[in-house]
């Protein structure tokens, strides 16, 4: 019965949805965004806060420039140097470019 009872709560644990701000919040913060965007100020890249404002109302077109698909709007004249961090990021699966592309827009503004 505990054998049950303790495979039916690791099960439980693994199937609970994280929320997908966390999720985004640990994806940007893993695959090393951070470096080059700050919360609050501009750095080599545009703020989160600039990002998610410009991109506010337009997620899609926030998922589409991750999957290395669309243009850049909030600062085109330095999107080259994300160039190299889109081909990682395009690799991720679709639902964590949503959770990261969520967590940047509703997390920052």
Same mark, same amino acid.
């Given at each position: 019965?505990?054998?049950?009872?303790?495979?039916?709560?690791?099960?439980?644990? @693994?199937?609970?949805?994280?929320?997908?701000? #966390?999720?985004?919040?640990?994806?940007?913060?893993?695959?090393?965004?951070?470096?080059?965007?700050?919360?609050? #100020?501009?750095?080599?890249?545009?703020?989160?806060?600039?990002?998610?404002?410009?991109?506010?109302?337009?997620?899609?077109?926030?998922?589409?420039?991750?999957?290395?698909?669309?243009?850049?709007?909030?600062? $085109?004249?330095?999107?080259?140097?994300?160039? $190299?961090?889109?081909?990682?990021?395009?690799? @991720?699966?679709?639902?964590? @470019?949503?959770?990261?592309?969520?967590?940047?827009?509703?997390?920052?503004?």
């Amino acid at each position: 019965m505990k054998k049950i009872v303790l495979g039916l709560s690791v099960t439980m644990l @693994l199937l609970t949805d994280v929320p997908a701000q #966390e999720t985004g919040e640990v994806l940007f913060e893993s695959k090393g965004c951070v470096l080059c965007h700050k919360k609050d #100020e501009e750095a080599i890249g545009p703020s989160l806060r600039n990002i998610a404002n410009v991109y506010a109302g337009k997620e899609m077109a926030l998922l589409t420039y991750l999957k290395g698909q669309g243009t850049p709007i909030v600062d $085109p004249a330095r999107a080259s140097v994300m160039e $190299p961090q889109l081909v990682k990021i395009r690799m @991720l699966f679709e639902e964590d @470019l949503h959770a990261i592309s969520k967590y940047i827009i509703h997390s920052n503004r």
